[in-house]
Each structure stands twice: as structure tokens, then as C-alpha cells.
T-cell receptor, first 113, second 112 residues
Framework: EAQVTQNPRYLITVTGKKLTVTCSQN?????MSWYRQDPGLGLRQIYY???????DKGDVPEGYKVSRKEKRNFPLILESPSPNQTSLYFC????????????FGSGTRLTVV | GESVGLHLPTLSVQEGDNSIINCAYS??????FIWYKQESGKGPQFIID?????DKRQGQRVTVLLNKTVKHLSLQIAATQPGDSAVYFC???????????FGTGTRLKVLA
């Protein structure tokens, strides 16, 4: 089944404790993105990747890092999480430069206390 | 935890009626548009898309209308069913870019 898999689904952590949210897709998509979703706001892009070893900042990159060492994986790293990073995170992938819809993962609900 | 949809406008429709969900998109340079459905606890799911060279596109029970003059997109759901209850939001892709802009969404409630 074609899908984007992200883990964990739920995570509660403390301020400052480094964490990684994993994302993997099995559709051979070139493009992958991380979004956060907060009440009253649309999905906001954190980082995106056009292909292996090619990444760029989205609209809200502060406090996050990403890497794209393999085409299928695109982990999101929070080096020192803070409470304002409490949110619902989605990984997504698609093919093409634009004009194609994203396939989204099921989401990771992160709480930083 | 707080629902992502807590602050969203809500459309309530009777089961079997047609639903119309609207979206005003932001960028006149956008040339590709998508409607997503997001059920509680799940990721957004692609419903239907349309390119700017079209005014209308139909899928199974869904129709998307695009009015570029007023930068307006609508999603019509025919014979709305309880399983259609979800948050619906539109997305636009600015031509020639990697940039996608997502709307905040509308919650659709189907009344039995």
C-alpha cells in the first residue's frame, strides 16, 4: 500500500530534550515536506526536500532540523524542544515540482512540557 | 488535547442533502488547487484537484468549481453521508514553485 509512515503517533517530552520524528514513504517520491498544524491556522511548512541531500526552509523552520540521506526517509529533529513546538506534525510526500497533490502521514501529536 | 478543528467555521447539513464548501485562495499566480478531507485523528486525504485551465472538475459525488476572477474555489458533495463528516480545506500551488498554501478549513457535520 502506498503510504507515508511517521512515528511516533504521540509523544510527550520535556523542554530541551532532543527528539526525532521519523518519516518514510514507499512511493519513490522526490519531494517530501514537514508541516505543523495548529488550531485556527492552516498547515504551515517547516522544511521541505526536493531530493536526496537537497533541503530548504519552509515558513516556520526555527527550532527544527531535517536531513534527507535516502530518498524514502525524511526525519524531523528538534534539538532543544520548547513548549511553543507543541503541535500536530505531518510528514507528506509528492512527485513533481508542483501541480501534484501531497500524500500525508497520519500525524504526530507532540507535547512539550 | 485541543482539537485542531476547534476554531473552524462549521457547516451542518442533513444526510442526503448536497454540501457546498467554499474557499478563497490567496495568490493570483496559483495554478493548481486541491481539496483535502481530514477526519479526526488522521492525516489530510486528497479528494480532488483542478488546474487553472479548467473551471469545473467532477469526481465520484464531488465537484470542484474554480472562479479565477474572484479567486474562489468550492467543493460540492452530492448526497452527503455520515462518513463525509470531517474538516475540509483547500490548498493552492503557486505556479512554477514548490510553495503550497493551505486554507484553515471548514468542519462539515452531517446530521442524521
Amino acid at each position: 500500500e502506498a503510504q507515508v509512515t511517521q512515528n511516533p503517533r504521540y509523544l510527550i517530552t520535556v523542554t530541551g530534550k532532543k527528539l526525532t520524528v521519523t518519516c518514510s514513504q514507499n512511493m519513490n517520491h522526490e519531494y517530501m515536506s514537514w508541516y505543523r498544524q495548529d488550531p485556527g491556522l492552516g498547515l504551515r511548512q517547516i522544511y521541505y526536500s526536493m531530493n536526496v541531500e537537497v533541503t530548504d526552509k519552509g515558513d516556520v523552520p526555527e527550532g527544527y532540523k531535517v536531513s534527507r540521506k535516502e530518498k524514502r526517509n525524511f526525519p524531523l529533529i528538534l534539538e532543544s524542544p520548547s513548549p511553543n513546538q507543541t503541535s500536530l506534525y505531518f510528514c507528506a510526500s509528492r512527485t513533481g515540482t508542483g501541480g501534484w497533490g501531497y500524500t500525508f502521514g497520519s500525524g504526530t501529536r507532540l507535547t512539550v512540557v | 488535547g485541543e482539537s485542531v478543528g476547534l476554531h473552524l467555521p462549521t457547516l451542518s447539513v442533513q444526510e442526503g442533502d448536497n454540501s457546498i464548501i467554499n474557499c478563497a485562495y490567496s495568490n493570483s499566480a496559483s495554478d493548481y488547487f486541491i481539496w483535502y478531507k481530514q477526519e479526526s485523528g488522521k492525516g489530510p486525504q486528497f479528494i480532488i484537484d483542478i488546474r487553472s485551465n479548467m473551471d469545473k472538475r467532477q469526481g465520484q459525488r464531488v465537484t470542484v468549481l474554480l472562479n479565477k476572477t474572484v479567486k474562489h474555489l468550492s467543493l460540492q458533495i452530492a448526497a452527503t453521508q455520515p462518513g463525509d463528516s470531517a474538516v475540509y480545506f483547500c490548498a493552492e500551488n503557486i505556479a512554477g514553485t514548490y510553495k503550497y498554501i493551505f486554507g484553515t478549513g471548514t468542519r462539515l457535520k452531517v446530521l442524521a
